[in-house]
């Protein structure tokens, strides 16, 4: 995948070596763009070090799947160089949280379905982020920036039946990154790596008084705190 993502890239700066492409873009006061992208989730994860059943669990993530991001994008001329952004977006992806007992000893088999020292979640977040994009002087056809903010996320997996780890709805967050504009001549292109820190503790304990019985409370008990951190790369199209 890193191959095609540089051939594309190399793409894209041969395409902007020609005269300049739509020149007023920049100077509209109010623009509108949608996003498509690749999402990679992932947990930080405080282990509870209670012992269940005589035993001391630590959970930790494994390899990162990667998932699909769509969003739309409403952007405002500050000035120059600074634009505010409001991109509202749905993400699909899963993490997996890997186990291990500190006396080395298995995990008890429930669930024959996986495997019993893994348990996958599943996530839909809806994110609603209110942005600051900073962007150098235009060169020719490219324009390179940063962007930085924050906003609330709602995710909408909350299958009680269906989960050994439930995790809470909402969430808040901030997020910084980087990009670079590529002007064509019927639109705008912007490839954005962005790094997302959630800051809310978003596990469900086992003793909450809600409708949820998990068939192995070892995968929840075993952790205290879990927050969410994601890894997107999306191609904005404005």
């Known amino acids: 995948m890193k191959k095609q993502i540089t051939i594309l890239l ?29 999402n990679f989730m992932h947990y930080s994860v405080k282990d509870s070090e209670l012992p269940i059943n005589g035993e001391i669990y630590h959970a930790r993530m494994s390899s990162m799947l990667p998932g699909f991001s769509v969003g ?76 930085a903010g924050g906003g609330i996320s709602y995710d909408f997996n909350q299958n009680k039946d269906r989960t050994d780890l439930l995790q809470r709805p909402f969430d808040f967050f901030v997020e910084v990154g980087a990009g670079c504009d590529f002007y064509f001549n019927w639109f705008k292109l912007c490839p954005q790596l962005t790094y997302s820190i959630g800051f809310n503790n978003v596990l469900t304990p086992t003793q909450n008084k809600v409708d949820w019985t998990p068939l192995n409370p070892l995968y929840t008990d075993a952790i205290s705190r879990l927050l969410n951190r994601q890894i997107t790369l999306t191609f904005n199209f404005e």
Not at 10 to 37: C, E, M, T, W
């Open 72 to 147: 739309f994008i409403a952007d405002v001329r500050l000035s120059r160089h600074l634009n505010l952004r409001f991109c509202p977006g749905m993400h699909f992806g899963e993490r997996t949280l890997t186990y291990k007992s500190e006396s080395g000893n298995p995990i008890p088999v429930l669930d024959r379905s996986h495997r019993p020292d893994q348990n996958s979640v599943l996530c839909i977040p809806i994110s609603v982020p209110l942005y600051l994009k900073w962007s150098a002087e235009r060169e020719i056809n490219y324009r390179p920036y940063l962007i």
């Open 10 to 38: 190399l793409l894209l700066l041969a395409a902007s070596a020609s005269a300049q492409n739509r020149p007023y873009i920049d100077d509209k006061p109010v623009h509108f763009g949608f996003s498509l992208g690749v």
